[in-house]
């Protein structure tokens, strides 16, 4: 009897050992957007209290009945438990997607874990439409011009990176009329490719690529003898 007394004590013990671990399971959440305009990057922010130097992922599928798999993006638990994610999505679609956590290494997360999230990609390039050439001569200034669907005469934002992706000129806003045309010259120091992003308050509405190029000299006419 006393035997069996000490059995069930003993399972007693190890039951409560299972709800305490069970308690203290790994949990992961973050927070991001809903909807994002078609170009800019999504930006997941979340905390964990995951050991600092873990790794997991982040995988990016269409939410469709197809649910295809897009893109991986691995990231590591830092000090304090937050760690961030960017993901660009120039690259993709319009539409509804899914973003699902992957304990790649096994670490085991808690049911309170933010397992996944839903996001929207909405395009607006169809607000601006550009009218200046794509190609230019360089001239020291790159032109930028068009019109605003939507602004009138509110104005829009321009940034100019160059083809490496440092800002040649930062974001500044720029007249348009009571039509939404602008037009506005940039300031370069050199030829080569560059990127024009359009903003407005709801944020970025489309990229356009430029190309400044030197003009050509013009060839010798040849001479007969």
């Given at each position: 009897m006393?035997?069996?007394i000490m059995k069930r004590i003993a399972y007693a013990f190890i039951l409560l050992a299972f709800?305490?671990?069970g308690a203290q399971?790994?949990?992961i959440t973050f927070d991001m957007p809903t909807e994002i305009n078609l170009g800019d990057s999504l930006v997941l922010e979340g905390t964990s209290n995951i050991p600092p130097g873990n790794s997991l992922e982040?995988?990016?599928?269409?939410?469709?009945?197809?649910k295809n798999k897009i893109g991986t993006y691995p990231f590591t638990i830092q000090t304090d438990g937050v760690w961030r994610v960017d993901i660009p999505t120039s690259k993709l679609d319009a539409g509804k997607y899914r973003l699902e956590v992957n304990d790649v290494n096994n670490i085991g997360l808690g049911s309170s874990s933010t397992s996944f999230?839903?996001?929207?990609?909405?395009?607006r390039k169809n607000e601006i439409t550009v009218t200046s050439p794509l190609i230019q001569e360089y001239n020291g200034a790159l032109n930028v011009a068009g019109k605003s669907t939507t602004r009138g005469s509110s104005g829009i934002q321009i940034r100019v990176d160059d083809e490496y992706g440092s800002?040649?000129?930062?974001?500044?806003?720029?007249?348009?009329d009571k039509e939404g045309l602008f037009d506005k010259d940039v300031p370069i120091t050199k030829p080569?490719?560059?990127?024009?992003?359009?903003?407005?308050?709801k944020?970025?509405?489309?990229?356009?690529?430029?190309?400044?190029?030197?003009?050509?000299?013009?060839?010798?006419?040849?001479t007969t003898a």
């Open positions: 006393k035997l069996l709800i305490v671990c399971a790994y949990v982040i995988v990016l599928y269409t939410q469709d009945m197809q999230k839903l996001f929207n990609i909405v395009d800002t040649v000129s930062p974001e500044e806003w720029i007249a348009t080569g490719i560059y990127y024009v992003a359009f903003i407005d308050n944020g970025l509405i489309r990229y356009q690529e430029f190309e400044s190029r030197v003009k050509a000299a013009p060839t010798a006419a040849a």
